[in-house]
């Protein structure tokens, strides 16, 4: 008997599995009693066959070193799920759907007559500062006015027990291929929970993938050819690219293997000769897609991607500029966004956001700076910020400054705390923070992954959950406490 | 689906410089062999393996003389050689990297394996006295990589590839080892040599694990012109040049639009079966032996145009 629950401290946060020592939620009932059960020297063989499993199945990240070249490593795998009942899946899953449709008429919108800004429901000028505004995208009209085919939004949850949407991935969202092989591993380790619980399946994605992306083809034929363009093996998420690739029949390509006609085809080099390409399924930046339109320097690209995809001859996806969309400055727009286009309240709710260019909100995160999270517009990777709570006096001062100097430049978040769930610590458990990105698919129906990839922050206190900083991942169980 | 031009290329070349690593082994042990048998004022040297390995260039612009440890560390680890050994196996290894789902699991690791091997252990391969230890180990892995290959991977399109890069290096590289050494063979041609002349012949048949093949096949002492005709013509021997335009040939059926490149093929074929390298004195040979590199070039450049550099 190694994990007594009783002594479990959830020290006033909030625990996906756990309500109170000893106390676990009714969903993780079953799985709090199963690994209660277990021995030391079990749990030890449990952890080493889901190693076994991922080193089999070959789950990798790419880690670039000098020395070496380009290595894989395993990505850090924790055997206790993170476990959601349906009842409040359901929701959140209405509500991803909800935000994704707003997300891309809003997309086609600002692309078109930018009838929002026109209505005074997003200020124009935000498209001026934004990186990811595409002008040689204005006008086009891709198919069905969808421009973010798939979309990775990541969902965190504060100490209350609220989940929020703490961002929307809508360039090249990744990770998919994880919470995919992260149930395969489950499946192999552990088939007797599979038994005890009502589990939804996520293993349908790379088929629904396939669905979305062939309806998007140009050409109305039985087999159209779909290919995944990838920046090659260097990449961090070389091993996705392959496993969507392999999963879905589809070739991988690089750049290099495209070729644009004059009358705006895109072919590929085969042995045979020229095979005519239908939808790129692309996981490069819209910056390196075609050197003739964006970086004329990018070796990664294909010359007249760009002309092809406007001529209506190739379908993208995602397609280019849909990023706008997941700017920054943009994402506190979002629940005016929604409530514009589709006239409802968001049903999942933004972290709260203070806009500085509003005086109210303004006046708001002056008065509680000592609070709050103050982060540039226009920078990321947490560069520029201020988290109030922690920092000095005269830095608070500082960015009072700041604010005032250039309130459009700034808006403010409160610090959230995330939750948490019981995570193998040798072989004991303690709590660690994580969040959850679940992948939306749009097509002619709007698909929404059931559970998604768990993050976890391993180091204890972390709340960086990414690959490359020491975060490993969980499976996802959406279960049903109401099936038979 | 029919294969990515660029998903064929990789396979060609990954086989080509497994198959090259492989050879440059053979060559520094043999090298090493015969320098060891023949009377120092044979003087045969280091310099016939940069020269068979055409990379005379690259070595003088980075080396003074071609004393032993110069040599052979640019034969084994010098990676601004693409030839050596490092070398060749860190190129294998690139181009498997990106078809990981068109080779076995087991085969990438291998390959994987080798080249970290053959890098971590150079320098024993540098010192003579592990240097036979170290080069069968590479000899050894690379006839591992084929073998599971052989054994493990579909025989389709890209094994088709993977036979056709393999031959066509091991075709290069058996006309450069009759180039030079016989080469050498003529210029120390003086009377109180003679007894070495059947050593240096040998070595030649050694280079190429062809030495006991060559004594079961023809059955006679080892001379000139029935050392050139096998090494040249024998249909039936792995590493004899024609032997591997017909592995070239019978892979090549297999491929769409082959017909130019069959006919390439074909030629070669005759002309090497035409010829009686017992009429050939050595500046012929050395031009004859210059004509089939020009063609497996000229081959070479034909794959690459038709299959991998695709255009419309």
Redesign the interface.
Known sequence: MTIRWGSYKVNGLYDELIRAAGKPRDAAKPLCEYFHALKDKEIEEYKAAAELAIHVMGVTFTVYTEEEGSIDRAWPFDIIPRILDKREWDEIERGLIQRVHALNLFIDDLYHKQKIVKDKAFPGELLKDSVNFRKQCIGVSPPKGIWAHICGSDLVRDKDGTMYVLEDNLRVPSGVSYMLENRMVMKRVFPDLFEDYSILPVDDYPSQLYDMLAELSPRQIEKPEVVVLTPGIYNSAYFEHSYLAQQMGAELVQGSDLFVDEKDIVYMRTIEGLSRVDVIYRRIDDLFLDPEAFDPDSMLGVPGLMRAWKAGKVALANAPGAGVADDKVVYSYVPEIIKYYLGEDPIIPNVPSYRCINKEERDYVIQNIDKLVVKPANESGGYGMLIGPQASREEREKFVKLIKNDPRNYMAQPLLTLSTAPTLVGNRVEPRHLDLRPFILSGSKTTVTLGGLTRVALRKGSTVVNSSQGGGSKDTWIVDMEAP | ??????V?ENVYWMARCIERSENTARLINVTTNLILDLPRSANVGWEPLIEITGSDEIFTEHYDSYDEKSVLRFMIADLQNPGSIVGSLQNAR?NA??I??IIP?ETWERINDLF?RSKKQAQSGIARKHRYDYLQGIILGAQTITGQLAGTMIHD?GYDFLRIGRNLERADMTTRIIDVRSGDLLENEHENLTPYENIQWMSVLKSLTAYQMYRRTIQVRVRRPDVLKFLFKERNFPRAFYHTLCEVESSLAH???NKGIKKQLNDLQKIVLDVDPATLKQNDLHEFIDTLQLKLSEIHTAFSEV?F????
Request: charged share 40%; glycine share 0%.
């Open positions: 689906m029919s294969m990515l031009s660029r064929a690139e990297r990106t990981r789902d699991r970290i399109e491929l769409p639009r299959y550099r695709t255009q419309a």
